[in-house]
Structures are given as structure tokens and as C-alpha cells.
Nanobody, 127 residues
């Protein structure tokens, strides 16, 4: 059974940093890309990043490029999101999501290529 469990959310001041982690079980990263997607209060889903451990490629939304780092650890079967220089507009519930096996994309605005999602972790950026 595929399971994705996010952790690490919380309250952080603008300009601060936070690291999220997603523990994955029931599959390996060998054939599936992994993603972070977020949803701000009252808004729709926003793709944040995709990481393809098997070919070492990672892609980011323009809104987080240069501030966020998305990475997978195959040995631990985790997906991490290091968030630096946080802004109030980064406030959202952050979800970890797995790609359909074999799916590959450098831009995923709709999430249509994702088949399993975690329950999310809340990040609040506020002073």
C-alpha cells in the first residue's frame, strides 16, 4: 500500500527557513517522480517542484526557484523540501505527491500526472 506522510510544517517568520519531509512507503523512487504541491488559504493547488531521482533532474515553479530545494533520498525513501527566504505568500498546506510510474514532466500545473497524495502539512509565514 502506497503511503505518503508529510512532516515539518509550522510557524516561521518572513525571511526564515523551514524543512519539510515526506516519508514514502509501498513503492520506490526508481520509477516514479515525486512532487511538492501547495494550497494557500482560499486558493487552488499550486505545483511547487518535481524531483526525478532516477535521472537526477529537478524542476521548480518560478515562484520558488532559487529559494526552495526539492530532493529525494533513495536510501531513506524520503522527499524533502528545504525552504529559505520564506515570504507570507508561501503560507499554505504543502502536499507530497507521487507521479504515476513512468510519467515525466518539467511542469505540472494541474497534477494530472500524480496518483497518490499525502494529507499535507501546514506552513505559516508570519511575523
Amino acid at each position: 500500500e502506497v503511503q505518503l506522510v508529510e512532516s515539518g510544517g509550522g510557524l516561521v517568520q518572513p525571511g526564515g527557513s523551514l524543512r519539510l519531509s515526506c516519508a514514502a512507503s509501498g513503492f520506490t523512487f526508481t520509477h516514479s517522480g515525486m512532487n511538492w504541491v501547495r494550497q494557500a488559504p482560499g486558493k487552488g493547488l499550486e505545483w511547487v517542484c518535481s524531483d526525478y531521482n532516477y535521472n537526477k533532474n529537478t524542476y521548480y515553479a518560478d515562484s520558488v526557484k532559487g529559494r526552495f530545494t526539492c530532493s529525494t533520498d533513495r536510501a531513506k525513501n524520503t522527499l524533502d523540501l528545504q525552504m529559505n527566504s520564506l515570504k507570507s505568500e508561501d503560507t499554505a498546506v504543502y502536499y507530497c505527491a507521487k507521479d504515476v510510474p513512468g510519467y515525466y514532466s518539467d511542469y505540472q500545473p494541474t497534477g494530472s500526472g500524480m496518483d497518490y497524495w499525502g494529507k499535507g502539512t501546514l506552513v505559516t509565514v508570519s511575523s
